[in-house]
């Protein structure tokens, strides 16, 4: 079956600007968490959603925002754009039910910041 | 959370065994333990899990002592694909799909 995509795979933007990445899960996976990854912070966590609420949140500014749909697909959205936002940008999908379920990630957004 | 402590680097040959310890001297009741491996630009790759003595699949074993304040990923045989960053999480059950990554384990493996 498809695995995680993420689109677009490569981003160009402003200073103060705003972006929406978008993430589809792979199907029947209801849980879908976002990752920042920065050669200086590592992988870092976002937030996850879980049938369409936020279920964990990371320590991110209140510029980071998501959302998930009806179809388990998600939307990451980033405002007020800075040069340090400059990442790549992970999603992963699983089942969703507790307990160390695997977890399978998209191959990314690189987003670069001007 | 429980933080996860891993050698930085490794470096091994083509078709000898790879280990990586990591240690977890915190890890809690509720907590399991996951091994991810990252090429270059892709994401992380689920590898192996376990919560207690040993599991083992096509591609590696985990290894667990009985107090689980550490553990092994052992990688057989490995090739010049295997080179990657490896990553040793600890996540609660209840934790969801809220995934802690430390620095890593950059393996390198050289013909």
Redesign the interface.
């Known amino acids: 079956k498809a695995g995680?995509t993420q689109t677009p795979r490569y981003l160009i933007k402003t200073r103060g600007q705003q972006v929406t990445l978008s993430c589809s899960p792979i199907s029947g996976h209801r849980?879908?968490?976002w990752?920042q990854q920065t050669p200086g912070q590592?992988?870092?966590?976002l937030f996850?959603y879980?049938s369409e609420t936020q279920?964990?949140k990371?320590n991110f500014p209140g510029r980071f925002s998501g959302r998930q749909f009806s179809n388990s697909r998600s939307e990451m959205n980033v405002s007020t754009l800075e040069l340090g936002d400059s990442a790549?940008y992970?999603c992963?999908?699983?089942l969703?039910g507790?307990?160390?379920?695997?977890?399978?990630?998209?191959?990314?957004t690189?987003l670069t910041v001007v | 959370l429980a933080k996860t402590t891993q050698p930085i680097s490794m470096d091994s040959y083509e078709g000898q065994e790879v280990n990586i310890t990591c240690s977890h001297n915190n890890i809690a009741t509720n907590d399991?333990i996951?091994w991810y491996q990252q090429f270059p630009?892709?994401?992380?790759?689920?590898i192996i899990?376990g919560?207690k003595t040993k599991v083992t699949n096509e591609v590696a074993s985990l290894f667990i002592p009985a107090d689980r304040k550490s553990s092994t990923l052992s990688l057989p045989r490995v090739s010049l694909s295997d080179t990657a960053v490896y990553?040793c999480l600890v996540?609660s059950?209840?934790?969801?799909?809220?995934?802690?990554?430390?620095?890593?384990t950059r393996v390198l493996v050289k013909p």
């Open positions: 995680v849980s879908v968490s990752y590592g992988l870092q966590f996850e879980f279920r964990n990371g790549l992970l992963a999908s699983s969703g507790q307990g160390g379920t695997e977890a399978f990630f998209g191959q990314g690189r | 399991y996951t630009s892709q994401g992380p790759r689920f899990q919560y990553y996540a059950w209840a934790a969801g799909n809220k995934l802690t990554f430390g620095g890593g």
